[in-house]
């Protein structure tokens, strides 16, 4: 299995620009996460998915960012406009959850991240 | 918000000995999870103990969990430079159909030849 897939891996833009991160989980998964993480403010939720719908968002910082899965095998992180703060790296994690009784008892398997650097 | 807080935040020790990282949480939880990530990759999944498990092993790792004081605590045993890495605790967010994990900031652990 090829794991968890990111593009790009590494983006420089300058700000105002749109900025679009892709994922590919893990075949099979049926959860996909969107993680931010800098030094400040650690590893933050910012959106997932199950089953292609998005189920919690709370974490998508302001209107500028967006996430979307039209299937199972590819999502989307735009940021439009890109601000200099949005600078961090980005990670795409994938999981197959089952059920409700097993509440949380999964793990995520992360993809190696994008490093974003917005001047 | 994080949940989980890791400590030390940083912990250097020489090969061979052994590391032990503490993670403490404000609200109950159905699990923990422990995650390493080395520098420049994504977080891998090391082990999960679940509320009703007070010890795991994994190979040279060993988790406990204390519900009663809300903490957990990583061992590595017999520590090797390939442990260098840092360490991050997760807990389920124990709210309804809600999947998400909440992660704590981690240790980032030096384990020097």
């Known amino acids: 299995d090829a794991g968890v897939i990111q593009s790009p891996r590494h983006e420089v833009t300058e700000m105002g620009q749109e900025v679009t991160l892709r994922c590919k989980p893990i075949s099979g998964h049926n959860s996909l996460f969107w993680y931010r993480q800098t030094m400040m403010r650690g590893l933050e939720l910012l959106i997932y998915f199950n089953n292609n719908v998005p189920i919690d968002d709370s974490g998508m910082p302001e209107d500028r960012f967006s996430a979307k899965m039209p299937n199972a095998s590819f999502s989307t992180l735009k940021i439009q406009p890109s601000e200099p703060r949005d600078s961090a790296v980005y990670f795409c994690?994938?999981?197959?959850?089952?059920?409700?009784?097993?509440?949380?008892?999964?793990?995520?398997?992360f993809g190696p991240g994008t490093r974003l650097t917005v001047t | 918000s994080q949940q989980g807080e890791e400590d030390p935040q940083a912990l250097s020790i020489q090969e061979g000995e052994n590391a032990t990282m503490n993670c403490s949480y404000k609200?109950?939880?159905?699990?923990l999870q422990w995650y390493r990530q080395n520098s420049g990759r994504g977080l891998v999944h090391l082990i999960l103990i679940r509320s009703n498990e007070r010890e795991k092993h994994s190979g040279r790792l060993r988790v406990t969990l204390d519900t009663s004081k809300k903490s957990s605590s990583l061992l590595i045993t017999a520590s090797r430079a390939a442990d260098t890495a840092s360490y991050f605790c997760?807990?389920?967010?124990?709210?309804?159909?809600?999947?998400?994990?909440?992660w704590g900031l981690g240790t980032s652990l030096a384990v020097n030849p």
């Open positions: 609200t109950s939880i159905n699990n």
């Open positions: 994690a994938s999981s197959l959850i089952i059920g409700l009784a097993i509440l949380g008892a999964y793990e995520q398997y």
């Open positions: 997760a807990t389920d967010g124990n709210a309804g159909n809600n999947r998400k994990l909440i």
